[in-house]
């Protein structure tokens, strides 16, 4: 258990034992005491509304209640002062005592420092990007990234069994649609006028597939090509463009612990799971398709699976795909897709279901769109990609770590500007040089501290408690607080929580850094401060690689 959360359960047991020990209040049943942090800092440390909660039992007004309670805590060693506001709140000052052992915490637990067990180890998959592979990742991909691999970050730290998973769309007719593409690309560049399909596929990566045929086999397969027998052209794409993809994402810092096709679901897996639908009453026929009663489980329509023509739909290799999920043993499923897929949410929720699982089972995390900006103006389209900016193009412009943050600073359900020049400065004004910097500048410290000789003491024999400046506590709360946020970003599936304290992190080092100096006159200050130095390099350095940012020891 994390040390904060030792002390709120402290503080929470100290709560309970005064009111327990008040006759006056005549309490037979006392409810649980819960804890809020103010939003205003000179509030105290944490606040409770337990006094107005108790109002009708005790039969007394809750500032009253308060104050009783009030002077029944002034005694304890933990709590510094305590304060009556507004109706009945009651306001904690926390004595700095306990921050001390927050340094000490840092210090044994290192990178393992943050870890919490809220997730008891359960078995959870996240499938995230899943874009179909007949062309490169674009910015509206390249958000859905980010969010699916620091959730993933966030819920291994917080003991969760996490398997990041990319869902390849390979079969369907996009795939011939890209086979033809590439067929059609393939004879124009050997000198044949004809015109590309009014459906293909245009952008100019279709041209380098096509170039690359040449270069490899020159027109060995013309002949196929102009008989429209495009299963080499469908397959040579579909590698290329695959490739492209996991490359685009292992330079984003990105990698994937399975990738699992489509096609091994087609046809064994569909018939499987149509099969078991069928012997449950849960399909039916209906103008020569069939149908899943998805009416039956919240849907607002009943949705066709095996259309007329006796091919399956999308739905058909989702539901298969789905009971693969489960059948691999995971406990919770979470898609991270586009805003575009609102509308196919509720046919999943009612495929789970028909599964024999809560609907809880299958989390969907739509990410909203991106808009790339360039001096407040939207960015053009990229002449590269045909009809779309690819992650690639951004990643050269601004460089991985701005992107990545960029993309994860906001919730998933705000829409993001994207503004590539602020990304690129170097300045407190862009967010990751903000926190970059924080690191690179503890690094200068220690480099000083190395010139000057100075051995760096063990924690055991500084003075911990010379820290006593606003900025030190400030820091050091900060740093405490670690913890909590891993288990609230993981809790609300929400990884914008954990970028928003890097952040904060990096300005509270910031303002500690120049306020107060480390290599001073006072010896023992001065260790104290290199401890709390090498503390705050621990944590942003397990923050930075959360998000999958880089430490860089100079800037």
Not at 130 to 145: I, Y
């Amino acid at each position: 258990m994390a040390l904060i959360q030792k002390v709120e359960e402290g503080l929470i047991a100290e709560i309970e034992k005064a009111i327990n020990g008040l006759e006056e209040l005549n309490i037979n049943n006392l409810p649980p005491v819960k804890l809020e942090v103010p939003r205003d800092e000179s509030h105290g440390d944490y606040a409770t509304n337990i006094a107005m909660v108790l109002a009708g039992q005790a039969k007394m007004a809750p500032r009253q209640i308060a104050e009783i309670i009030k002077s029944n805590l002034e005694d304890v060693d933990l709590i510094e002062k305590v304060e009556v506001a507004g109706p009945g709140f009651i306001n904690f000052h926390l004595s700095n005592s306990w921050l001390y052992d927050v340094l000490l915490e840092v210090h044994n637990k290192g990178q393992d420092y943050g870890k919490v067990n809220l997730g008891e180890n359960k078995k959870v998959q996240v499938e995230f990007v899943s874009v179909n592979p007949t062309g490169p990742l674009h910015v509206g991909h390249s958000r859905g990234a980010v969010v699916g691999d620091v959730l993933s970050n966030l819920l291994i730290k917080a003991g969760f069994d996490v398997t990041k998973e990319y869902y390849i769309n390979d079969a369907g007719n996009q795939m011939n649609i890209l086979g033809n593409s590439v067929a059609v690309r393939y004879r124009q560049l050997l000198g044949e006028d004809i015109e590309m399909p009014e459906d293909a596929y245009k952008g100019d990566y279709i041209k380098d597939i096509a170039q690359d045929i040449i270069d490899e086999f020159a027109d060995k397969y013309l002949e196929e090509a102009k008989d429209k027998k495009i299963d080499f052209f469908r397959e040579y794409g579909y590698k290329y463009c695959l490739k492209n993809i996991e490359e685009d994402l292992n330079s984003f810092g990105i990698e994937f612990d399975n990738w699992f096709s489509e096609r091994t679901l087609h046809p064994e897996g569909i018939e499987e799971i149509v099969r078991e639908f069928k012997d449950s009453d849960l399909i039916y026929e209906k103008d020569g398709a069939l149908w899943f009663k998805s009416t039956e489980f919240g849907d607002d329509k009943d949705r066709v699976v095996i259309k007329d023509d006796g091919n399956p739909t999308y739905l058909a290799a989702d539901m298969a795909y789905h009971k693969n999920k489960y059948n691999r043993g995971f406990e919770e499923v979470i898609n991270v897709w586009g805003a575009d897929h609102h509308g196919y949410i509720e046919r999943m929720k009612a495929v789970v279901e028909a599964l024999g699982y809560e609907r809880d089972a299958l989390l969907i995390i739509l990410v909203q769109l991106v808009t790339l900006l360039r001096d407040g103006e939207q960015v053009p389209m990229s002449k590269r990609a045909g009809n779309f900016v690819t992650l690639r193009d951004v990643v050269r412009e601004v460089g991985k770590d701005a992107a990545r943050y960029f993309y994860v600073m906001l919730s998933t359900n705000s829409h993001l500007d994207f503004d590539l020049e602020l990304a690129k400065k170097q300045s407190s004004d862009n967010p990751v040089y903000y926190i970059q910097y924080a690191y690179a500048r503890i690094c200068s410290i220690l480099d000083q501290v190395d010139e000057a000789g100075i051995e760096v003491p063990s924690i055991e024999d500084v003075q911990l408690s010379k820290l006593e400046a606003e900025e030190e506590i400030d820091l050091i709360k900060a740093l405490a607080d670690y913890p909590n946020q891993i288990e609230k970003s993981a809790k609300n599936r929400a990884p914008h929580y954990i970028a928003r304290y890097a952040y904060d992190l990096a300005s509270l080092f910031h303002k500690f850094y120049n306020k107060c100096y480390v290599l001073i006159e006072d010896k023992q200050l001065m260790k104290a401060r290199l401890i709390l130095v090498l503390a705050a390099k621990q944590v942003l350095v397990n923050v930075l690689d959360l998000l999958g940012l880089d430490s860089p020891a100079s800037m």
